[in-house]
């Protein structure tokens, strides 16, 4: 099985029903280093920061999944009229997991190369799409607006072109 193939399936679990375009597409987004690793092992003090945000700001509207290249966010893109929305708490949680690998270096994590920040998801034809959005030096936060500003940039493109109609987004 390839990555894709297991990409493909992990957002098939995560929305199982993403076939109907008119409303919004699952996307993923990643948090990843340049080069090295971003997991629980390697950076326990910012894995701890983020376990305490999750815990003080719960919510159903994304999974959050650990991979050893860094976090990601399975989210819904939401196609409002104006456009496309991304709901607060994901930007907010995007900039908590940015901060605490910062603050989790001061306290002692291993420096590791700076973040990416990456969206995903297939377009209607079932192709993979990728963009690199945002990249985030070790020392740096990233503030919201940045993040925002980024990820809406980004998602903007993966609107279907023929939104309202069937689609295999996520089929192959």
């Given at each position: 099985m390839t990555w894709e193939d297991e990409f493909r399936r992990r957002m098939e679990r995560f929305h199982p029903n993403s076939s109907e375009?008119?409303?919004?597409?699952?996307?993923?987004?990643?948090?990843?280093?340049?080069?090295?690793?971003?997991?629980?092992?390697c950076s326990p003090m910012a894995y701890r920061k983020i376990d305490e945000y999750l815990k003080s700001h719960p919510s159903g509207n994304y999974e959050f999944m650990e991979h050893e290249s860094g976090p990601e966010l399975l989210v819904y893109?939401?196609?409002?009229t104006a456009g496309i929305s991304l709901a607060a708490n994901i930007i907010n949680l995007?900039?908590?997991?940015i901060k605490a690998r910062t603050e989790g270096i001061h306290l002692g994590d291993h420096r590791d190369a700076p973040l990416e920040?990456?969206?995903?998801?297939f377009d209607e034809n079932g192709t993979l799409r990728e963009e690199n959005v945002l990249t985030i030096e070790t020392w740096e936060n990233g503030s919201e607006e940045l993040i925002e500003q980024a990820l809406l940039t980004a998602t903007s493109k993966m609107i279907p072109k023929k939104k309202g109609k069937k689609s295999g987004a996520i089929k192959k």
């Amino acid at each position: 099985m390839t990555w894709e193939d297991e990409f493909r399936r992990r957002m098939e679990r995560f929305h199982p029903n993403s076939s109907e375009v008119s409303v919004g597409i699952p996307i993923s987004i990643k948090i990843r280093p340049t080069g090295g690793s971003f997991h629980r092992q390697c950076s326990p003090m910012a894995y701890r920061k983020i376990d305490e945000y999750l815990k003080s700001h719960p919510s159903g509207n994304y999974e959050f999944m650990e991979h050893e290249s860094g976090p990601e966010l399975l989210v819904y893109l939401a196609f409002a009229t104006a456009g496309i929305s991304l709901a607060a708490n994901i930007i907010n949680l995007v900039a908590a997991i940015i901060k605490a690998r910062t603050e989790g270096i001061h306290l002692g994590d291993h420096r590791d190369a700076p973040l990416e920040l990456i969206v995903r998801g297939f377009d209607e034809n079932g192709t993979l799409r990728e963009e690199n959005v945002l990249t985030i030096e070790t020392w740096e936060n990233g503030s919201e607006e940045l993040i925002e500003q980024a990820l809406l940039t980004a998602t903007s493109k993966m609107i279907p072109k023929k939104k309202g109609k069937k689609s295999g987004a996520i089929k192959k």
